[in-house]
């Protein structure tokens, strides 16, 4: 009982697909997806962190945005693919061929500036990309209008 | 998306985003014709979910598949992630979901809510 228990067990974590059938070049939920860093060090550390002495009590998203002055751009290719996240195989939207996305990563007052590329074929169609949990103050029309822009930017508060 | 900024409860190990999703085997075009299609009197044809996602992976029965047509493979694979004894571990919750609402829990172990959406919380263990 104890040995069929045990197989069972292994065969419950053990992944008949290889990670590129299930989610293409997506690495989340595998040992060797990487563990994040407290906060992003290629930038300027006054006192010590990207964003000085701002914090959520000296701070109000309203009045005053926290800026570091640093741009961080990232290229988003969205394409169609067939994939089996689950096992049952689907056509998926991807982005960088991955499913789930790229991680996106900024620091308190950075802006962040995305180019997407609509890859999209068989067939073709248009998309965009809305970004939940911003204020999106002074870019609200950079919240996923369709059509018209390929380039989105605003900062993350 | 993770947007690192002032912390004020201290933590050893961030494991990234924990992407909780409820999933849908029929084609997205299918789904929303049917919740918008007109239909008096009646609510809305609200689709059934196939599966629940953790980081875009988990298994999924085929013998329950609506479409048999179409290839599919048991135990494709559940997501992992590596925890260490003793360490304060951050998790990066994301409700990536279409419908529903997402209970998250961890067998054994306590979970304390530090933050939501950037925005500090009054700090609570469940």
């Not at chain 1, 228990?5 to 939920?29: C, E, F, K, R």
């Not at chain 2, 494991?15 to 075009?29: A, K, Q, T, W």
């Not at chain 2, 599919?72 to 004894?85: D, E, V």
Request: proline share 6%; net charge neutral; with cysteine.
């Amino acid at each position: 009982m104890g040995l069929i228990s045990a197989v069972i067990n292994t065969l419950a974590i053990t992944s008949s697909l290889d990670q590129l059938l299930t989610n293409g070049a997506s690495s989340l939920g595998l040992l060797s997806s990487s563990t994040l860093p407290k906060y992003l060090t290629n930038n300027p550390l006054p006192d010590g962190y990207p964003w000085g002495k701002h914090n959520c009590t000296n701070t109000n998203p309203y009045k005053q945005e926290v800026d570091t002055g640093v741009t961080r751009t990232y290229d988003f290719t969205i394409s169609r693919r067939v994939l089996s996240p689950d096992g049952y195989e689907k056509n998926l939207i991807l982005v960088n061929g991955q499913f789930p996305g790229p991680t996106i990563q900024a620091n308190w007052g950075d802006t962040i500036v995305v180019k997407v590329t609509n890859n999209i074929s068989s067939p073709l169609e248009g998309t965009s990309i809305h970004w939940h949990g911003f204020l999106q103050h002074n870019s609200q029309w950079m919240d996923g209008t369709p059509g018209k822009y390929c380039f989105y930017q605003f900062d993350p508060i | 998306m993770v947007i690192y900024g002032p912390t004020q409860n201290d933590y050893d190990i961030d494991v990234g985003p924990i992407l909780l999703s409820d999933y849908y085997h029929r084609r997205y075009e299918s789904i929303v014709k049917d919740l918008v299609s007109p239909r008096p009197k009646l609510p809305p044809l609200k689709p059934v979910s196939d599966n629940n996602l953790i980081n875009g992976k988990m298994n999924f029965d085929c013998n329950t598949a609506t479409d048999k047509g179409v290839k599919c493979a048991n135990n494709a694979g559940l997501a992992k992630i590596r925890f260490q004894t003793g360490k304060r571990h951050r998790l990066r919750l994301v409700n990536t979901g279409a419908d529903a609402a997402q209970k998250f829990s961890i067998d054994g172990h306590n979970m304390t809510v530090i933050e939501n959406d950037f925005v500090a919380v009054e700090v609570s263990t469940i």
